[in-house]
């Protein structure tokens, strides 16, 4: 028996011992299973006093008697370090374990997850639907700035905390993936790096492919070539708001803008999405091989190409290929 348990012991006893087993009674009200039947998730606001919490813990069905858990929590001391916040209670807890449990703050614990190739508008306006944090994002963080990852949470926290943690995790993860690139790569600083990696990221989902996909880039950056990288046309066109909602035409390849890796020579001015670690490291550390040009194949990957006739000939495939998935409606055109 702790000190805590032996204090209330004794004290409640004497305390109420003369009305003749009442001290016994609320010991065992202490110790004893509570009423609730199933598990219950209760949040406890913050600034709430000891009588508050009693209440709402009572309210919720999660202990029977409010005034013995008040007067467990003053005579073994608990009240001075119960925490605020969204707890989940097993069926039958006691008042002791309910104690114990505030006291060490073991809160629900909620996961956040940005998913990689999102724009930073995009993550903010996922961590906006999230009802239990709190707080506005009154300025968008840079592009790029975010690391896709799962985050942990706490009922009652800031969206600014969080976006905080987020770019702390890409700030050590770029410098990282930075310390052990390979020597003579066609970019000069960690920034300019992040800004591949993005485009990487949304030219390629598949894992495997990334590092092969940076080393075309890479070939076109050491040999003077565009990038030509269809994502980048879309997040000119969009702003980074998100997908364009259609397929990029001839003329959209012709938009001004230095986003346009169709118009302009080498790197983009910035990221273009918030690039996952795979993609980082795909860029630092690329597939040294001869290609210059890949499409999609079909499968979800790409297949790829050394000249620009080979290139062609894997176009037209593809190009094939979604005319056979396209539905036969008959023939509809007219003069």
Do not use: C
Not at 62 to 78: D, N, R
Not at 183 to 201: G, R, Y
């Amino acid at each position: 028996m702790g000190w805590g348990l032996r204090i209330f012991t004794g004290t409640l006893a004497l305390v109420v011992g003369a009305a003749g087993g009442i001290g016994i009674w609320g010991i065992q009200r202490y110790e004893s299973p509570g009423p609730l039947e199933q598990a219950e998730t209760v949040v406890i606001p913050r600034g709430s006093g000891l009588e508050a919490i009693a209440i709402t813990l009572g309210d919720s069905g999660v202990i029977g008697s409010p005034l013995v858990f008040i007067a467990a929590a003053k005579l073994t001391g608990a009240f001075r370090e119960l925490k605020a916040g969204e707890y989940q209670f097993p069926a039958g807890i006691s008042i002791e374990a309910v104690l114990e449990q505030m006291r060490q703050g073991r809160t629900v614990v909620h996961r956040f997850t940005v998913p990689e190739g999102l724009s930073s508008a995009q993550v903010i306006a996922l961590l906006e639907r999230e009802a239990i944090l709190t707080g506005h994002i009154l300025k968008p963080p840079k592009e790029g700035s975010l690391l896709p990852e799962t985050y942990h949470f706490a009922y009652g926290d800031s969206r600014t905390a969080l976006v905080e943690r987020m770019q702390t995790a890409m700030s050590q993860a770029l410098a990282e993936a930075w310390k052990n690139r390979d020597p003579n790569l066609p970019f000069e600083t960690p920034q300019q790096a992040l800004t591949l990696a993005s485009v990487v990221e949304k030219e390629t989902g598949i894992a495997a492919e990334r590092p092969k996909v940076a080393g075309v880039f890479v070939n076109r950056l050491e040999t003077g070539m565009k990038l030509q990288s269809d994502p980048t046309v879309i997040y000119a066109l969009t702003e980074g708001s998100g997908e364009l909602g259609r397929a990029l035409t001839r003329n959209d390849w012709k938009f001004e803008s230095p986003y346009n890796t169709y118009q302009v020579n080498g790197l983009p001015p910035g990221p273009i999405a918030n690039p996952g670690k795979a993609s980082i490291q795909a860029v630092m550390k690329p597939e040294r091989h001869e290609f210059l040009y890949f499409v999609a194949d079909g499968t979800g990957g790409h297949v790829f190409a050394k000249s620009l006739p080979d290139h062609n000939r894997n176009v037209a495939k593809w190009r094939e290929f979604q005319q056979s998935r396209q539905p036969d409606h008959g023939d509809t055109s007219s003069e």
